[in-house]
């Protein structure tokens, strides 16, 4: 899916990620980062997203904003000791987002994390998941000659615990 972000100068970025979970009843989907990354450090600022998934060969999109929170240590913990060793060691041993000399360089430094890291990799507290809550949904439908079709649903979302609990649900036709 398509992560759009805003960082802490104002300006927009958007980016790639896997989404790694969606709770339909609670209403929020989860991807897992370094949270000292760019994206981390934009959401910790400005804890608003927006997502797109998008079926070009099937001119279906769907598009969901909302606020962001972090996912609880127990779920980052359990997706982390989920992934294969060789994605652990590598996410141990970079640095998301900041600058490094060369390619040969990051290598270097999963070998070493690799070494150092011989049995068990724990998850680094910097890397974690974050939950996009469900405040709009779009669907976007591809039609002939551009007649689009397009539905919002849009709903209130309130504090609730560590996340958000949604009011009902309002919809709405949209024009291409």
Not at 38 to 63: C, I, M, S, T
Not at 95 to 108: G, M
Request: overall charge positive.
């Amino acid at each position: 899916m398509t992560l759009a972000t805003v960082d802490p100068e104002g300006r927009p970025s958007a980016r790639m990620v896997i989404c790694r979970g969606i709770d339909v009843r609670a209403g929020w989907i989860v991807f897992y980062t370094d949270r000292e990354s760019a994206k981390g450090k934009a959401l910790d600022v400005n804890p608003y997203a927006a997502l797109v998934f998008n079926w070009d060969a099937h001119e279906r999109q769907a598009r969901i904003e909302g606020p962001v929170t972090q996912a609880p240590d127990s779920d980052s913990d359990a997706y982390w000791n989920s992934r294969p060793r060789d994605a652990r060691v590598a996410a141990a041993a970079s640095d998301q987002s900041r600058p490094i000399e060369s390619r040969a360089a990051f290598l270097t430094k999963v070998e070493q994390e690799a070494k150092r890291s011989a049995g068990d990799i724990p998850r680094p507290k910097r890397w974690g998941g974050y939950r996009v809550w469900a405040e709009r949904v779009e669907l976007w439908v591809g039609q002939p000659a551009r007649a689009h079709d397009r539905a919002l649903w849009t709903r209130t979302l309130a504090p609730s615990g560590e996340g958000f609990s949604g009011g009902a649900w309002r919809s709405t036709r949209l024009q291409p």
